[in-house]
């Protein structure tokens, strides 16, 4: 898959110079690879190239990979990003390390029930709905605060940061708009007292725009695996 690992490499250096642009260091912005869709092997040739962390939508998809790449798992980083039922939340508990599309207390809290004991808390970060379309998963930038109290305070959860999805825009100034506003939300609660590090934003279109507004995690699929096929 020589594509693949070249495709890893160019956007490490995507990060690397946003990051530097910014006057960031780019060690400081992780690269999460979004696998949804692509089979186990191609997540196997990502981590040989040096790839650790991840990033799957269904839950059941996800499950069969993790099972197929046991022998990874002791370093491997699996983050749950799609939207998730709240009668589907005991696997992702048992079996992930981050979930980044928590979008109401109900899930924190079934989350948070359900993690195992002999695991470390479930890294979990509140879905903002950032650029306040009808259609998507969060909370509203409004909301955000309080439900952020209250799933810091559950038990084996513990709450890094905010994630949103932007609406697609344009050219990197548009973009930068929803990225600066989540960033503002995260830098307020941080100063409410959450401890927060983390700021789960940017894809593969608009990767350059998150990091310049602070990103620490990049969620990235297309631009490392290739355009998804969903017909099967
Ligand atoms: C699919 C997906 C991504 C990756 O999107 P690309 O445009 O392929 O980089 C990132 N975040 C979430 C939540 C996704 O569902």
Redesign the pocket.
Known sequence: MPDLIHNLEAVQQRIATAAHVAGRDARSIEL?A?S?TFPAEDVRAAYLAGQRAF?E?YVQEALTKIDTLADLRASIQWHF??PLQSNKTRPVAEQFDWV??VDRLKIAQRLAEQRPAHLPPLNVCLQVNISGEASKSGVSAAEAPEVARQIAALPNLRLRGL?A?PEPAGGIDEQRVPHRHLRELFEQLRNDGLELDTLSMG???DLEAAVLEGATIV???????GA?DYSN
Do not use: E, P
């Not at 969620?219 to 695996?225: E, H, L, N, P, Q």
């Open positions: 999460l979004v949804k990033g939508n990003i799609g980044h599309s994630m999805i894809m593969s279109s969620r990235v699929g297309t631009a490392i695996f998804r």
